[in-house]
């Protein structure tokens, strides 16, 4: 069951955890999972970030629909993950329902480039994480097939508060948060307690956060963004669980067609 209510997360992920401006961009391995030309494709893309960081990821899509144009979810996992998190039967719905999917590994994890020193740094650095998603999301704006107008971001953990980031400054419509923590997302946006005292300022929305009732601090972390941050269309959905990030969204059956209604109603 789940309450309409908050949540946050940053460096207690580790304890459920045990790489622009350049845009250069480098497709491979083209796969079919199928023969049919309905079947999911799989491209491999490297980007360069603004800081010169590799960033590895993989774009998917029906092969039929290859060049039409259409909207493009973007996935973003969490501290100690790789774009791997992301369940095939998941991303095949994402395709079933009309959009191209794109993972990338963020610094540090998977096939991209080391971040810049420790890995914990990429949870608090503005200057690191910040950088992958907007590289990803401006090769994005310049693929064919892809409705530069119609991007979305879906993040858990540290990639959650990646999609906010791209929401308040690069243009990405839709975004989704699944256990995303105070700290970075105050260390990615800059929107802290003082921006509640300004007149005015740049907010969220088409936004939905997720978390665990029991996930640490979450819940009131969450809820702080969302009353303080978020503008309608918004909704915060609380579970009663201990989960975070990817292992919430597994636990939660109805969770992933949640987020897919969310991506037809506001994308």
């Not at 509640?196 to 809820?223: I, Q, T, W």
Request: charged share 25%; with cysteine.
């Amino acid at each position: 069951m789940f309450s309409i209510t908050g949540c946050t997360r940053d460096k207690n992920e580790l304890n459920q955890n045990s790489n622009s401006r350049s845009n250069k961009t480098s497709q491979v391995n083209s796969v079919n999972t199928n023969s049919s030309i309905t079947a999911k494709t799989t491209e491999e893309f490297t980007v360069t970030t603004a800081d010169n960081k590799k960033i590895s990821g993989s774009l998917y899509f029906t092969e039929a629909k290859k060049n039409e144009l259409q909207p493009l979810v973007i996935l973003i996992h969490q501290f100690n993950q790789s774009r791997s998190q992301w369940q095939n039967s998941f991303i095949d719905s994402l395709l079933a329902a009309g959009y191209k999917a794109a993972a990338f590994d963020i610094r540090g994890h998977g096939s991209s480039d080391k971040q810049n020193g420790g890995l914990e740094s990429i949870l608090s650095d503005p200057d690191q994480a910040p950088k992958d998603i907007t590289a990803v999301t401006e090769w994005a704006k310049k693929q064919k097939g892809i409705d530069s107008s119609r991007i979305a971001a879906i993040g858990t953990s540290v990639g959650g508060n990646m999609a906010l980031y791209g929401a308040l400054n690069l243009g990405i419509k839709v975004s989704i948060a699944v256990s995303n923590g105070k700290s970075t997302f105050e260390a990615f946006t800059g929107y802290n307690e003082l921006m509640m005292g300004r007149p005015y300022f740049p907010k969220l929305k088409n936004v939905l956060l997720v978390c665990g009732s029991k996930d640490g601090d979450h819940e009131a972390g969450e809820k702080w963004i969302f009353e303080n941050f978020c503008e309608d269309p918004k909704e915060l959905k609380v579970y009663d669980s201990q989960k975070h990030g990817k292992f919430l969204i597994e636990e939660q059956s109805d969770l992933e067609q949640i987020m897919i209604n969310w991506l037809k109603k506001y994308l």
